[in-house]
């Protein structure tokens, strides 16, 4: 299966932002589905994951409250909806699958089929 991020862009802090991450080439069945993301020299940063059979989500603290995933089963899709996007938001957001258990979701070891990332800058 190929993923694929999209809904990058530029926003101002306290917008709201849609990211999509779509699946190609197969189905996200019996996975969970994580975004992470990546500023400039930082490293890998776990952001949301979510069951794709439903039930499960887990967020990071710094996006909780904030952020929200979800999925459409009809097209193959989860979200990252991005709502009062801070400046410390600014990333390249990726997303990618697992199988692993709920405790090791926040893990970007457990991941694979990553996508091309889809850039987010944040700034006023």
């Known amino acids: 299966v190929q993923l694929q991020a999209s809904g990058g862009g530029l926003v101002q802090p306290g917008d709201s932002l849609r990211l999509s991450c779509a699946a190609s080439?197969?189905?996200?069945?019996?996975?969970?589905i994580g975004w992470f993301r990546q500023a400039p020299g930082k490293e890998r940063e776990f952001v949301a994951a979510?069951?794709?059979?439903?039930?499960?989500?887990k967020y990071a603290d710094s996006v909780k409250g904030r952020f929200t995933i979800s999925r459409d089963k009809a097209k193959n899709t989860v979200y990252l909806q991005m709502n009062k996007v801070k400046a410390e938001d600014t990333a390249v957001y990726s997303c990618?699958?697992?199988?692993?258990?709920?405790?090791?979701?926040?893990?970007?070891?457990?991941?694979?089929?990553w996508g091309q990332g889809t850039l987010v800058t944040v700034s006023s």
């Open positions: 080439g197969g189905t996200f069945s019996n996975s969970a």
């Open positions: 990618a699958t697992t199988r692993v258990v709920y405790g090791a979701w926040a893990f970007p070891e457990h991941y694979r089929n």
């Open positions: 979510t069951r794709w059979s439903g039930g499960d989500t």
